[in-house]
């Protein structure tokens, strides 16, 4: 029993015997790597994470509260720097399905304020509309900072791509906790019933994280964005390629009909089997893992 950020993720606990004949050495191959792999709590559960705050219990299990609707497709609002490889390729995954963005796509002089009233809003409209489809889930394709001293000054870089007499440049626009805080705390109280989106913070490439730094946004998002469904990250730098990867595997688990839980566990074990890659193992749910995709019915 701890808080979010001064906890070590479940996930990464090894269980071994005491008999030192059996503790790991060196691995060789495929089949060692799976062997050791199966050792550890996030290869072989599903941890459902419960915050230790009555009002914060993550998420309810209702049947309702547990789906993401999928009228035309997975409805995902990406958010990205663009000069990252990976951002590139998850766009193109995306726009497979309902996509809502990216963004940023061009220089705006509102860049954090344009970026909260997205977060808060969820919507198309920028005032929230709730008779419009809300966004379904957020996911962040940027660079991350937790390397400051305070948790409010950790923040995530996006930016749009440019192109000056035929080479491309990248304007890098930053966002830090405290300031997306101030931010929520001048809008409009939310009105809407329905379900507000999953965060997923696939943060990567020249990101400088910390563990517990990493344990923050999922507190700062499970707080101040009362309402959404959980949160998605990593509790470590993951290279680009990888976390492209693994954000691929794992949408296409959870839209053929798993469970969130169960999406990222064959994730994780799908980076094993055939990238001999055990990184999955570094990202967590603190969201509800019976969470799924509604089954749309053919008329």
Not at 274 to 290: K, Q, R, T
Request: charged share 20%; proline share 5%; hydrophobic share 35%.
């Amino acid at each position: 029993r701890t808080r979010i950020e001064h906890s070590i993720p479940f996930e990464f606990f090894p269980i071994f015997d005491t008999n030192e004949d059996t503790l790991p050495n060196h691995i060789h191959d495929t089949d060692e790597l799976i062997s050791l792999a199966t050792r550890f709590l996030g290869f072989s559960t599903i941890v459902y994470r419960l915050s230790l705050r009555r009002s914060q219990v993550l998420p309810s299990l209702a049947i309702s509260e547990a789906q993401l609707e999928n009228a035309r497709g997975l409805c995902v609002r990406l958010f990205q720097h663009a000069g990252l490889p990976g951002a590139a390729r998850e766009r193109v995954f995306f726009e497979t399905q309902e996509l809502r963005g990216p963004w940023p796509n061009t220089e705006t002089s509102q860049f954090v304020s344009e970026l909260a009233a997205q977060l808060w809003n969820a919507s198309p409209s920028s005032t929230g509309d709730t008779l419009q489809s809300l966004d379904q889930i957020q996911h962040f394709a940027c660079h991350c900072d937790t390397s400051s001293s305070t948790s409010s000054e950790y923040f995530l870089t996006l930016a749009h791509k440019e192109e000056n007499d035929g080479t491309p440049s990248y304007r890098e626009g930053h966002v830090a906790m405290n300031q997306l805080k101030e931010q929520f705390g001048g809008f409009r109280k939310r009105v809407s019933k329905k379900p507000l989106p999953l965060i997923f913070l696939n943060a990567c490439g020249s990101s400088k994280m910390t563990p517990a730094g990493m344990a923050s946004f999922p507190k700062f998002f499970l707080e101040y964005i009362l309402g959404n469904r959980g949160v998605i990250g990593s509790e470590a730098i993951i290279p680009d390629v990888v976390a492209a990867e693994f954000s691929e595997r794992f949408y296409r688990n959870l839209i053929r009909g798993h469970c969130l839980g169960e999406a990222m566990y064959r994730a994780r074990w799908r980076l094993v089997r055939y990238l001999n890659n055990p990184l999955g193992i570094l990202y967590a749910i603190y969201a509800n893992p019976d969470l799924h995709v509604q089954i749309t019915r053919a008329s």
